[in-house]
């Protein structure tokens, strides 16, 4: 009876760890073949047309007389304010600053003896609109003011004409699924020419998003720009 209960223990015991070596086997080899991926990225972009308007117009002066060239620039705001009235453009879009008054004679460098006006003034008035077409065509009417007096101020960089696109979060969604969509394709034609068969997703990073200008003569055309990397599993 001792003999036939340790035969019988015996074979429970091969029949176990042949049994739980099977098991451990297969596991190996699933978590081997899940360890095979494809890394793909997708890229989504879209052109917008900017929606906001940000337009600073600087005016300069010069004179000897201090009481003049305030004068003078206040008679430039008035005609810069009702321009742009005119041209559709409210209060609330509308802001002054205060002007800037530099007196050349009280500057601690010398020279002041080829100064033909001892005070330089100037002022800005900025245009914040989301009338965007319509701030573009005043731009081309400005001149007008130009004719009568007025001298602008530009090529800084301080007055240069800034375009902006305000609904970059109401396009995210799309432009993610396209994304994502676009690196699927990818993944699915590798899978294809590798004969393999295109498993689930194991990681995924989206990248920022970016807008650019479309070009240099066209800042008021915006480029939005994303790229999602993603990793899937590959199975034979």
Known sequence: MNTK??????????????????????????????????????????????????????????????SKIYNDLEHDTDKLTAFLKQNGFSDDEISISAPSITDKLAQNYGGTAQIKFRYSAKQTITLYTKKVQIARQSMRKISVLGKSGTTFRSNEYENRVEYIYSKLNEVKPQMIADATKNARASAVKFAEDSQSQLGKIKSARQGQFSIRDRDKNTPYIKILRVVSTIEYYLSD
Do not use: C, H
């Not at 035969?7 to 360890?35: A, E, N, P, R, T």
């Not at 047309?49 to 004179?63: G, M, N, Q, V």
């Open 5 to 66: 209960s340790s035969l019988i223990l015996g074979l429970s015991m091969m029949f176990g760890l042949f049994l739980l070596g099977f098991i451990l086997g297969g596991s190996i080899v699933q978590f081997k073949s899940m360890d095979r991926t494809v890394v793909v990225k997708g890229l989504a972009q879209k052109e917008v047309k900017a929606d906001t308007l940000i337009w600073p117009i600087s005016y300069i002066r010069a004179s000897n007389d201090l």
